[in-house]
């Protein structure tokens, strides 16, 4: 059995030398340079929304910080307004209702008016949602800041989309606005006074005093 062969001429060797670079060529584009970009590329995306993220909490911090400061501020004394006199009710669901005119959606459940010697309070649960953090700052902003003495306590916010600086703010809050009996005018809807109502005796006390009484006026 014969077995035909040849010597390759110089072209052939070049071009079999080409086509295999050609190859090696390939291979790495296909399995080691596509890969990186595309891990360098999803670190990118991923770097970048991790900052957005943090950008959005930066912001958030921010603005609860800069609240915070203003109602310890408030709670300080320091540029708190006038109680106004009582029945100021209209005024003040007036008020709430503008304040609250730019948020998306908002409830109020107003609690029983309380009154303590010359102070009345009407205290309320506030919930709303607001399209940013902006516009939170901006609600609560005329409300403490109000002519009618408002101060907000339990502040609670949450977002949508932490990772997005403009996401919708849902925002809980117990609030009371402030009345005094100074110039105010009683009505039927002025609640007892606590303080009087601590210093009436109960049935019980009433009997024993009463009988307390009859002892001592009986000879």
Known sequence: MKILSRDFTL???????????VLLGMLYY????????????????????????LDAVN????????????????????????MASYNNAKAELALLNDALSITNNYSISFAD??????????SFALQFTA???????QVLSKLVASPYRCLI??????????????SEVHVGANA??????????????????????????SS????????EAVRRTTP
Do not use: H, W
């Open 113 to 122: 008016v309380t009154r303590d010697g010359d102070q009345i309070r009407r």
């Open 153 to 166: 306590g339990d502040l609670s916010c949450s977002v949508s989309r932490p990772s997005d600086a403009n």
């Open 11 to 21: 072209k052939e060797k070049i071009l079999m030398v080409f086509l295999a670079v």
């Open 176 to 201: 009371t606005f402030y009345e005094t009996m100074v110039d105010g005018v009683p009505d039927s809807g002025l609640p007892v006074d606590a303080r009087e109502d601590a210093s009436q005796p």
């Open 59 to 82: 912001l958030q911090i921010e603005t609860l910080s800069r609240m915070s400061s203003e109602l310890e501020t408030l709670r300080d004394g320091e540029g708190v307004s006038a």
């Open 30 to 53: 296909q399995f080691i340079d596509q890969p990186v970009r595309t891990a360098l590329a999803s670190a990118e995306a991923e770097k970048a929304s991790i900052q957005m993220e």
């Open 204 to 211: 019980f006390d009433s009997a024993v005093i009463g009988e």
């Open 131 to 137: 399209p940013n953090y902006a516009t939170m700052e």
